[in-house]
């Protein structure tokens, strides 16, 4: 497709479960963030990919929480044991990453829903 | 790390009325983004501001950002029903070895026909 892609779309989970999401960045795009939006707040940044330099994994909120991006394309975003807190719309984007240094305009997924019980 | 606020952090206005929201940075902006969002929707990329003083146009929504480069407005003229959502701004972060791209909280604009 055209966009970035995200799945699952819905997740329900028991606390204490691991659950992974999965996004599909558009292609080309060098630059894949995930976000974390909770009920009526901003997007709080998780972890970001730019090529095939290191992560920045200052956003993750514990150590239950990775992400991985393979042959830098597809990103798998990972919680383990999962919390009620984490409930939340994960969103990924990406982005090309213009000369200059500055990011190029995000391309938001529609998020996936974690729902945990 | 850049802190941005914005305000009000909700709206109600009558359609046709107009209306400023603002964002506040803690830091110099070298890259300020608005974003729209519909509730349960993704993100709508709206305009991306780089120069003080630059301002841009999407139909009848306006930016600014301000010469010192630390605000930035976002202006909607005669507003209609389409122009309710979550507005977000975002702004190039440079603390830390990569630029990256962090959001405010967003503002809720409810527009009563």
């Known amino acids: 497709g055209a966009g970035v892609s995200q799945s699952p779309s819905n997740k329900v989970t028991e606390k204490g479960k691991d659950v992974e999401l999965r996004c599909d960045p558009i292609s080309g795009h060098t630059a894949l963030y995930w976000y974390r939006q909770s009920l009526g707040q901003g997007l709080e940044f998780l972890i970001y990919f730019q090529g095939n330099s290191a992560p920045d994994k200052s956003g993750l909120p514990s150590d239950r929480f990775s992400a991985e991006r393979t042959g830098g394309s597809v990103s798998t975003l990972t919680i383990q044991r999962t919390q009620q807190e984490d409930s939340a719309v994960y969103l990924c984007a990406s982005s090309t990453f213009p000369r200059g240094g500055y990011t190029g305009e995000l391309f938001f997924g529609e998020g996936s829903r974690l729902t945990v019980l | 790390s850049q802190e941005l606020e914005q305000s009000p952090q909700s709206l109600i206005v009558q359609e046709g009325k107009n209306l400023t929201i603002n964002c506040t940075s803690s830091k110099t902006l070298y890259g300020l983004y608005w974003y729209k969002q519909k509730y349960g929707e993704g993100l709508i990329f709206l305009m991306m501001l780089q120069k003080g003083g630059e301002e841009k146009s999407h139909e009848k929504i306006t930016a600014k950002l301000d010469e010192k480069k630390q605000q930035s407005s976002l202006h909607i003229t005669a507003s209609q029903p389409s122009h309710a959502g979550i507005y977000l701004c975002?702004?190039?972060?440079?603390?830390?070895?990569?630029?990256?791209?962090?959001f405010g909280k967003g503002i809720t604009l409810s527009v009563r026909p």
């Open positions: 975002g702004a190039v972060d440079y603390t830390g070895a990569n630029s990256k791209l962090t």
